[in-house]
């Protein structure tokens, strides 16, 4: 499972060795010199989903069998995803690299601690909190301890820390409440995965918002002097990643975002670098098209200017059998009615997908206790949609497997593209985008704002961040913000009870009903499975 030497894959990309960083000889950073000397040539495909089980859909797996499939035809392609987070790697999920014969490798060193990104994002979002406190200890700073935002953050799931207090204890001097988020939810993390390069970086780290002053005064983080440090842990981390699959398809693997909780897609720079080597690129967001779809577009489109050809929702009869009411311990026995009663929810991702003019082909993700009945009343409900439907088998069979999809791809691909719509302005109140993202993505019939909801919309008026795209912060397993309702819930309506304003990321958090920003780990953590051999091996790693 070495692959071919990682200069080799560079070069398929036309990236000089000059202008790649080797860490070994399996993976590598590709320098920022080389985004200025190389345009887009190819076409970019989104890989999205249904709304996932809580093992999820294999949209990693997918998109890597559809870049190998298309190798598989003859195409140039790449692959454009996003880092593991060690959060859901200890945690529910395990590994993140797709799985079976559709993976990247070297699958351990993506995920653990993958040339170090996760862990400079950290450093500089708790550097950030270290020197705010510090001036704050010192009274050098205008911040009031009262309104400070900026929390701390750690790439592992650990409810304990969601709410902590610091500087010492009750009531003395200098203590208040904070907390922790994950890693992968910093804005830190959004800012490099949406910066265009070293300067782009600095501005928008410039402009996080830290607090505001007991006067109502906005305390950026340059008010603390140390935008230099934080280019300096970031500038190695600012650099994708490449790597590859396991049949040699370039992949440059970069940033780290959620989907439910932040904007769930890889950097772009990352997707810039495969667009330059290859004229075929399969890039994913996160969790379902509700998510990492709409944001997808609705902010990392319309920050970089990038559009998709086609879009792939990825399926799975387990979670069509799941919204059609089989309890999880019984997704893997034949159920047909289920399977039907489950198409709602794929009904509205599509429906959903096809607000942004792109063509759209299902990708059934199989499993091997998928009957030929379950396959076929998938594969009716979509012709009757005029919506290719091509089973994935790259899991099985690597590129052969996924070279029907790839076809099917190809096809839509090669449709007329025209502007990508948006489907709210800028200039749209922060309420009216929220209302049209509940309405016109998930089915609301409305969206309430608490109290305090009420009067972050009115700051954000009156500070002018209203002119900025919305991230949805919402349960990924459903399409309400109720994790209870499966399929294609109806009658309901969207509780956003808090804004957070990412100013320098460029967009402003909703938090709807109960989503919190740092995951807990489950009663059985993916970590009681990982073990090391006498002679280094790791096992268990992409169990869960």
């Not at 014969?101 to 653990?112: D, F, G, M, R, T």
């Not at 911040?143 to 304990?160: G, I, T």
């Not at 929810?345 to 997908?353: P, S």
Request: with cysteine; hydrophobic share 45%; aromatic share 4%.
């Amino acid at each position: 499972m070495s692959g071919r030497d990682i200069l080799e894959v560079a070069a398929e990309l036309g990236i000089p060795a000059s202008r790649v960083e080797t860490y070994g000889r399996d993976r590598a950073k590709i320098s920022l010199d080389h985004l200025h000397a190389a345009p887009a040539r190819g076409r970019l495909i989104l890989v999205s989903a249904i709304t996932p089980t809580p093992a999820g859909e294999g949209k990693t797996t997918t998109s890597i069998a559809l870049a190998q499939g298309l190798r598989h035809l003859g195409k140039s392609a790449a692959l454009a995803l996003r880092e593991p987070s060690m959060g859901p790697v200890f945690g529910r999920k395990g590994g993140a690299t797709g799985g079976g014969k559709a993976s990247v490798i070297p699958v351990e060193k993506i995920n653990l601690h993958f040339n170090g990104d996760f862990h400079a994002v950290t450093a500089a979002h708790n550097l950030i909190a270290a020197v705010l406190d510090n001036q704050l200890h010192f009274k050098d700073t205008e911040a009031d301890p009262d309104h400070v935002l900026w929390k701390r953050v750690m790439d592992c799931n650990d409810r304990s820390l969601r709410a902590i207090r610091i500087g010492g204890e009750e009531g003395r001097a200098g203590s208040r409440r904070s907390g922790f988020d994950i890693t992968a939810a910093s804005e830190v993390m959004a800012i490099l995965c949406l910066a265009e390069g070293i300067e782009d970086l600095r501005a928008r780290l410039d402009r996080i918002l830290l607090g505001f002053s007991a006067k109502g005064e906005p305390v950026w983080a340059r008010d603390l002097k140390v935008s230099g440090a934080l280019l300096a842990i970031l500038r190695d981390a600012l650099m994708p990643n490449l790597v590859q699959s396991l049949e040699g398809v370039p992949a440059v693997v970069h940033g780290g975002p959620f989907a439910n909780i932040a904007h769930g897609c890889n950097s772009v720079l990352a997707t810039r670098t495969a667009l330059a080597g290859a004229d075929y690129v399969v890039t994913e967001a996160g969790f379902a098209f509700d998510l990492g779809g709409e944001k997808f577009h609705h902010i990392k489109c319309r920050s970089s200017g990038l559009a998709p050809a086609a879009i792939v929702l990825v399926a799975t009869l387990r979670a069509l059998k799941m919204h059609g009411g089989v309890a999880l311990e019984h997704l893997a026995v034949p159920a047909a009615a289920a399977v039907e009663r489950g198409l709602e929810n794929l009904a509205a991702h599509l429906d959903a997908a096809v607000l942004f003019g792109r063509p759209v082909v299902v990708a059934l993700n199989h499993f091997p206790t998928d009957t030929e009945e379950e396959i076929g009343i998938v594969r009716g409900f979509c012709e009757a949609r005029g919506v290719p439907c091509v089973v994935s088998r790259g899991f099985a069979d690597g590129g052969p497997g996924g070279a029907e999809l790839a076809g099917a791809v190809l096809e839509q691909a090669a449709l007329p593209s025209p502007p990508l719509p948006m489907l709210y302005p800028l200039e749209a109140p922060l309420p009216e985008k929220i209302e049209t993202i509940a309405r016109r993505v998930y089915g609301a019939d409305g969206v309430d704002f608490t109290a305090n909801a009420r009067r972050k919309l009115e700051l954000a008026a009156a500070m002018g961040w209203s002119n900025l795209p919305v991230c949805m912060a919402k349960t990924q397993n459903s399409l309400s913000d109720d994790p209870g309702k499966l399929g294609r819930p109806t009658g309901f309506r969207i509780t956003v009870r808090d804004l957070e304003f990412a100013i320098g990321a460029g967009f402003v958090v909703a938090l709807t009903g109960n989503i919190l920003r740092m995951p807990a780990l489950p009663r059985r953590p993916a970590a009681e499975q990982i073990e090391v051999g006498p002679d280094g091996t790791i096992t268990g790693l992409m169990a869960g």
